[in-house]
Each structure stands twice: as structure tokens, then as C-alpha cells.
């Protein structure tokens, strides 16, 4: 089967940096994605890795290690509007195409 | 303004009603899925299609029917056989990039009355 982990909340604060997790055990398994996604609104691309090692792109940094089934998205100096949900999903190759297996979400809150 | 439009934002379903869910894009993207969000939870894939008049089945595709007869349009049927259907639907589609990367419509919000 297909499993996602990632802790379901965590709290830091305003100007910090803070590292999200996320462990996956799947078959089929071609690239790690995060999605940021606000209450009540649709879920927006933040990273792809499908290589080993750190992708860089602002403020926002994702890291994979297909060997560990293990990938982080890290948060640099941490806004008000980062409070968030981030999701950690799988990108599967089956004989029916491409498909995303998501975790249940890290719930982020930044606070003053 | 090229994007995914989803229709309409809220959508109250009595006892026993099939009700429809509308989803169009005009990003000129092959694939097409729709997940289901509960609250506090990951989404979960219901249907998804990679060509017109061809859809595959999902993790949870037991009580929705969906339809590809364009390929910028994939609605959603949720039927009455889907005995707890209240939950936040997204509709997503990908192109050809390298990545294959999703791109998600603003969401239906279903509530049984």
C-alpha cells in the first residue's frame, strides 16, 4: 500500500526557521511534491524533487532522499502568512497514468 | 485568465438527490482528477483522467460517477449511494510539464441537508 507521514501540527515563530517532514513508503514512486494550502482554499504548488538533495527557491526549500523514503520542506524567515497547511504527496506512475498521494497535512502556526 | 473554474462554491444535497459537480479548465491540460478533503485530513483521489473518454477509478471512487466527453470539462456526479458525502471537493489538472504538476480549482464545499 501507500503511506505518508507527517506530524500533523507544529507552532513557531515569526522571523524563525522551521524544518516540516515527511516519510513515504509507496511503489511506483517518481518525485516528492509540497503543496501549501490555506483554511478554506485550494492547495498551491511549492516544490518538486525527483532527485536526491535540495531544491532551492526563495524563502522555501525542499529536500529528498529517495533511499530513506524521506523528504523536508524548510521554512526560512517565517511570516504571518505562512500559517498554513503543508502537504507532503507522493507522485505515483501506475498503469493508468499519474497520480499524487497526499499526507494529512502539517498544520503551521507562526506567532509573534 | 487561463485557470480551473469550479462550480458553484456551495452545494446542499438532500436525502437520496444525485447532485453534480461542475468542473472546467482552459489550461489546455490533458489529466484531470478530483480529490475529496475532509476536515483535518489529506485529500483523497476520487476519479482522475488522462485523455478524453477515459477516466480510471481512485482510492475512494465508491458512490461518485464522472463523465470525459471534452477534454476541459470533468464533472463530478455524487450519487446517492455516497452515504456520508459532506466534505470540500477540488477539482485538479496537469499538463506536460516535466513534473507533471497539479493545479487545483477553488474547491466545492458539499453539505447533506
Known amino acids: 500500500g501507500q503511506n505518508i507521514d507527517q506530524p500533523t501540527e507544529m507552532t513557531a515563530t515569526e522571523g524563525a526557521i522551521v524544518q516540516i517532514n515527511c516519510t513515504y513508503q509507496t511503489s511506483g514512486f517518481n518525485g516528492l511534491f509540497w503543496y501549501q494550502q490555506h483554511a478554506g482554499e485550494a492547495p498551491t504548488f511549492l516544490s518538486y524533487?525527483?532527485?536526491?538533495g535540495l531544491e532551492e527557491k526563495g524563502r522555501f526549500s525542499s529536500f529528498l532522499s529517495r533511499s530513506k523514503g524521506y523528504s523536508y520542506l524548510l521554512l526560512k524567515e517565517l511570516q504571518m502568512k505562512d500559517s498554513a497547511s503543508y502537504l507532503c504527496?507522493?507522485?505515483?506512475?501506475?498503469?493508468?497514468?499519474?497520480?499524487?498521494?497526499f499526507g494529512t497535512g502539517t498544520q503551521l502556526k507562526v506567532e509573534l | 485568465d487561463g485557470g480551473i473554474t469550479q462550480s458553484p462554491k456551495y452545494l446542499f444535497r438532500k436525502e437520496g438527490q444525485n447532485v453534480t459537480l461542475s468542473c472546467e479548465q482552459n489550461?489546455?491540460?490533458?489529466?484531470m482528477y478530483w480529490y475529496r478533503q475532509d476536515p483535518g485530513q489529506g485529500l483523497r483521489l476520487i476519479y482522475y483522467s488522462q485523455i478524453v473518454n477515459d477516466f480510471q477509478k481512485g482510492d475512494i471512487a465508491e458512490g461518485y460517477s464522472v463523465s470525459r466527453e471534452k477534454k476541459e470539462s470533468f464533472p463530478l456526479t455524487v450519487t446517492s449511494a455516497q452515504k456520508n458525502p459532506t466534505a470540500f471537493y477540488l477539482c485538479?489538472?496537469?499538463?506536460?510539464?516535466?513534473?507533471?504538476?497539479?493545479?487545483f480549482g477553488p474547491g466545492t464545499r458539499l453539505l447533506v441537508l
Open positions: 485538479a489538472s496537469s499538463g506536460r510539464d516535466r513534473f507533471g504538476t497539479q493545479y
Open positions: 524533487n525527483v532527485l536526491d
Open positions: 504527496a507522493a507522485h505515483i506512475l501506475t498503469g493508468g497514468g499519474n497520480k499524487l498521494t
Open positions: 489550461l489546455n491540460h490533458d489529466a
